[in-house]
């Protein structure tokens, strides 16, 4: 059900469970902030246990707008941000197939919580350069990825653009105010 990736990865890299394809995060023009990136890259190689309940629980909160019309055996989904792959983990026997990524080494903290699954492909890319063409999925999602992004409003037009016409684009902010 995974579709092919719209370039070439600059590396393979093997990891406790799959192959995980490496996407350069240097674009021009590129809207990250590298220190925020591998701090919470950081943060979350060390902070990445969750179990299987905790996860449930948590999900039930963040997805409770999520329903089987946006979600289901059908559905080719992609996690844009996943960090520790927790939410890819929930969705893992909800959806189809599920491609995840995330700019940061987290990715292989996500490879080592999610375990061997056949319908999960990871890659470490940024949302200025998502590996997939436009309009690729049934349902995206986008968790706490956006809010430390300095102009949060072009990667969220990439998010959007990743979905299909008649998909789902779920995403969740963190709003916070500095003094």
Known sequence: MNKPYNQNSTALVKSINRDIAIFSTEVINSNIDYVV???FGEERKK?????DREIEIDANHYFDVVDASMI???TYAIDLGCGTGRWTKYMKDRVGFMEAIDPSDAIF???KLIGPADNIRLAKASLDNIPFDDETFDFAMSIGVLHPIPDPQQPMLYCFKTVNIGGAFYAYFFFYQGY
């Open 47 to 51: 902070f990445h246990e969750f179990s």
């Open 37 to 39: 990136v591998n701090s």
């Open 72 to 74: 289901n055996k059908n």
């Open 109 to 111: 903290t996500a490879d």
